[in-house]
């Protein structure tokens, strides 16, 4: 099912925090969105998972406005994983997990069969199986964000929204959780701060600056070297991937000073 944002602006307390946001992600595919603090990423998502209502333009899922969709029949079509996602309460991993099956029970009903499974399922893609049974307050933050996309797959979604997912996760888990979202068959809008992990996992890339879209393409049709100077504001120097031939950034730090052969 492919997601589309049409014209979406969103203005709080006076401040337009995006603006005519216009972007596509086709059925199927992985889109990312980048660019600096404060430039709308995250409001955007916002709107896609109905936790802001837009100001204007509108979200649409399989050509259909996801406004007019009741909460449960969108919360089966769009899962996410926010910034703020979490709990404050001690349930177990497999209590966290079984909740994504929320939006399709009714009242107290219990999981069936079937819905075992797929907490089975995703707890054992998430690499949390072993913490079925830990409370989820024990657990590291990358640990528990690993549940918490558990709990997203879980809810089976169509589309899936992803707000900085790979937050404490160790290089194994970044890479485990974006080779996921690539073979995984869904409609993946995602948020990344990491412009080499973007170009990696993305299909396409839509880059943000002070609420609007200011490029949208491949990761190479984007990622260049004017791109990155002007938009965040440092110079890199931009490679091929020696396997993938995707681009990748290297970036120019500013150089150590050395007095008398020792570092500063």
Known sequence: MDL???????????????????LDVPAGSVVGLVGPNGSGKSTALRCVYRALR????????????????????SARTVAALTQESGTDLDFTVREIVAL???PYLRG???LGA????????????????HLADRGVLTLSGGERQRVLV???????????????????????????LLSLLRESGLTV??????LNLAAAVCDRIGVLSAGRLVASGTP????????????????????????????????????????KGHPA
């Open 114 to 129: 079937a819905e075992h499974a797929l907490c089975e399922d995703a707890m054992g893609r998430m690499d949390v199986r």
């Open 150 to 176: 558990a709990r997203a797959l879980v809810q089976s979604p169509e589309v899936l929204v992803l707000d900085e997912p790979t937050n404490h996760l160790d290089i194994r888990h970044q890479v485990e």
């Open 189 to 194: 809008l995602v948020v990344l701060h990491d």
């Open 220 to 259: 190479a049709e984007v990622l260049t070297v004017a791109l990155v100077r002007e938009v965040f504001g440092v110079d890199a120097h931009v490679v091929t991937h020696p396997l993938t031939g995707d681009p990748q950034l290297l970036y120019a730090l500013t150089p150590r000073h050395v007095t």
């Open 108 to 110: 107290n009903e219990p």
């Open 54 to 73: 837009p100001s204007g333009g509108t979200v649409r899922v399989g050509g259909t406005d996801l406004a007019s969709l009741g909460l449960r029949r």
């Open 4 to 22: 589309a944002l049409d014209e979406l602006s969103v203005a709080i307390g006076g401040n337009t925090l995006v603006r005519h946001l216009t």
């Open 100 to 102: 994504g099956r929320t």
